[in-house]
């Protein structure tokens, strides 16, 4: 009996450790909807836009001006500047 409770209470508090350590610590380290959305996102991305042609920059050290121009098409890079900005500048300045 006494072992069955042990067992009860031990795999209830492991269960409930991430919400416990929240609580006492105020730290969270689950992903929101918004940032399981993003992980896909970039995972995807990667495994479509990246893998690909990754041995080929890495062969002859060409820049990916492709995958970046994608990349911020996506709105996966530089997501934190204003789309009124534009990439209009940043893209003049590539070959």
């Not at 399981?36 to 836009?49: A, G, I, M, N, Y």
């Given at each position: 009996m006494f072992a069955r409770n042990l067992v009860k209470a031990f795999t209830r508090s492991v269960r409930n450790s991430t919400s416990d350590a929240a609580a006492a610590t105020g730290l969270n380290f689950r992903f929101t909807d918004e940032q399981?959305?993003?992980?896909?996102?970039?995972?995807?991305?990667?495994?479509?836009?990246v893998i690909p042609v990754a041995a080929h920059h890495d062969e002859t050290g060409e820049f990916p001006w492709g995958v970046i121009k994608k990349a911020h098409a996506a709105g996966i890079l530089n997501g934190n500047i204003p789309a009124a900005y534009g990439p209009a500048y940043f893209f003049?300045?590539?070959p």
């Open positions: 399981r959305e993003l992980q896909q996102t970039l995972r995807k991305f990667t495994k479509d836009e003049s300045k590539t």
